[in-house]
């Protein structure tokens, strides 16, 4: 399924990859049903060595456009030739399209933010680290800004991963023509937590129709070829090798896009979903609680206070800014050693946020202003954020104004300047 870098500050829809790790984490269970067309080929060679279909691709991928325009009830607009590409291309393709939408400003704020808040180990390299990941697991992607659509062959055949790898990057093709894609997270710059809702929209309703076709179209021998497909080790190695932030970020489009996706399915069936592109999420809470997208709920409109008066003093220079949202927050409480059921719990009362990353006196500092649905909300989460701070062995402080449902967290080399400065 589709991967792309989880860089904050990034544009949304650089590239729509797909990837064979969701498959591994969450196949389609095998159904035995026929193909639904009479031209749909299907390889018929043992799952211990997946093969190539041997009808030519033009044929193969021609009846998986009119199986999954079947199923999202959309036609394209224009042709988009498929370009099959190997492992070093690939590795070439994504380096090249990560260096266009990543400036080095953005990239530094964003290697900085995360080592601050202790999501990334210090003196990594988010580019590296993400090319490294997106390389050994991307199967293929499609780029809204080039309207270009690769897929990987790994083996150098056709076979059922570039069989799903295609219906699920035709089907951005599909959504892109209808609803323009890359308008979605425009005004994204510095709203991480919108971003990845929005893609979460996007790649939900790939995983979903993807998954429809994967399973009226494949045999439970095709399905067994791509099972072992997706345990690819060097993908699986990747995986682990990856910090959790970036796994679980790079993840969390497909699975928890699906499910949102399948909430929207369950109540306006695919007109639901071409509804959501003209009012996309504007938070991964609306796609961790869909009823809350369903309802309307926005996120709190948060701002920095004013730390200085009349202005940042010498030494400190003002970064730029960001929103972890419910999704980041639960991360940043689990690495810091909360358990999972609570963390889950101390986040789900997310109401907004909004960060500061300065450059201090003493090297980096973030302030972290947080807005929660109830005060019983914030209280949970200072308390739970007190441990992940230990539990990180970060420098800083939690501060529960108990007037408003606020917790202020401060991180960093100069943490203990920002925190008194909001209670004068």
């Keep these: 399924m589709p991967i792309r870098s989880p860089v904050p500050p990034r544009r949304l829809a650089s590239i729509l990859a797909a990837a064979l ?5 969450n196949p389609p269970a095998p159904s035995g049903a026929p193909p639904s067309s009479a031209d749909a080929p299907s390889p018929s060679s043992p799952a211990s060595s997946p093969p190539a279909s041997t009808a030519p691709a033009a044929q193969v991928y021609g009846a998986i456009r009119r199986q999954v325009e079947a199923i999202r009830g ?5 042709d988009v030739d498929p370009v099959t590409i190997d492992a070093t291309q690939l590795r070439t393709n994504l380096t090249a399209e990560f260096d266009a939408a990543n400036t080095t400003a953005n990239l530094e704020f964003s290697q ?4 601050t808040l202790g999501l990334l180990p210090k003196g990594s390299s988010l580019r590296d680290l993400t090319l490294d990941f997106q390389s050994a697991s991307v199967a293929g992607y499609y780029s809204p800004d080039k309207k270009q659509l690769f897929v990987v062959s790994r083996s150098g055949g056709l076979g059922p991963a570039e069989e799903v790898t295609y219906a699920h990057e035709f089907t951005h093709q599909l959504t892109d023509q209808h609803f323009d894609l890359a308008k979605l997270g425009s005004d994204a710059t510095h709203q991480s937590d919108r971003a990845l809702a929005q893609l979460s929209l996007i790649e939900g309703d790939a995983v979903s129709a993807q998954t429809t076709w994967t399973i009226e179209n494949l045999t439970p021998q095709e399905m067994g070829q791509l099972l072992s497909a997706s345990l690819d080790p060097a993908a699986l190695a990747a995986l682990q090798r990856a910090p959790a932030y970036l796994r679980e970020t790079a993840l969390f489009p497909y699975q928890g896009g699906l499910g949102f996706i399948t909430s929207l399915l369950s109540s306006g069936a ?11 999420p504007e938070s991964t809470e609306q796609i961790l609680h869909p009823e809350k997208y369903a309802a ?6 948060v701002k920095i206070p004013k730390l200085f008066d009349p202005g940042l003093p010498a030494g400190w220079k003002a970064r730029g800014q960001d929103t972890l949202g419910e999704l980041v927050l639960r991360l940043w409480l689990t690495q810091g050693g909360v358990p999972a059921v609570q963390a889950t719990a101390a986040a789900a009362g997310w109401g907004g946020d909004r960060l500061e990353l300065y450059d201090s006196p003493n090297g980096r500092s973030v302030l972290l202003v947080t807005e929660w649905d109830r005060l019983t909300d914030a209280a949970e989460f200072a308390a739970a954020a007190r441990t992940a701070l230990v539990g990180l062995g970060l420098k800083g ?6 007037a408003a449902p606020t917790v202020y967290v401060t991180f960093g080399d100069d943490a203990g300047e920002i925190t008194p400065r909001f209670f004068r």
């Design 74 to 78: 959309l036609q394209p607009t224009a």
């Design 270 to 280: 695919y007109a639901a979903v071409d509804a959501a592109y003209g009012n996309p």
């Design 296 to 301: 309307g709920e926005a996120p709190t409109v």
């Design 21 to 25: 790790l969701l498959a591994a984490c």
């Design 112 to 115: 900085d933010e995360l080592e």
């Design 397 to 402: 402080d939690v501060v529960f104004d108990e």
